[in-house]
């Protein structure tokens, strides 16, 4: 079992930055690939970032292509979302999620453990 605890969100003007922060219980996790997800209100769960175990490998969503970015430190059991120049548009809750498997994933199928979500909301 694998427990996760996002940190870091809040409300922030368009343009501006935040970095939400996703701390795993477990000295495993070095072997997890993680992944960032957001969910706003009357949408789909939706990836917005992932990365493999080493921190090697990202994948992001168009929507935050060159505006986020996803890492991790090991030795912390910690992974990162640095979200710069944030829109209306970026406000949802975002959840933080662990997988068994070691490669870069996108769906939330592929995930076996999730935080509890930290609400980001972005004024125009």
């Known amino acids: 079992q694998v427990q996760l605890v996002e940190s870091g969100g809040g409300l922030v003007q368009a343009g501006g930055s935040l970095r939400l922060s996703c701390a795993a219980s477990r000295r495993a996790f070095g072997n997890y690939a993680m992944g960032w997800f957001r969910q706003a209100p009357g949408k789909e769960r939706e990836i917005v970032a992932g990365?493999?175990?080493?921190?090697?490998?990202?994948s992001y969503a168009d929507s935050v292509k060159g505006r986020f970015t996803i890492s991790r430190d090991n030795a912390k059991n910690t992974v990162y979302l640095q979200m710069n120049s944030l829109k209306p548009e970026d406000t949802a809750v975002y959840y933080c999620?662990?997988?068994?498997?070691?490669?870069?994933?996108?769906?939330?199928?592929?995930?076996?453990?999730w935080g509890q979500g930290t609400q980001v909301t972005v004024s125009s």
């Open positions: 990365i493999d175990w080493s921190g090697s490998s990202t």
């Open positions: 999620a662990a997988s068994q498997f070691s490669w870069v994933l996108t769906t939330t199928t592929s995930y076996d453990y």
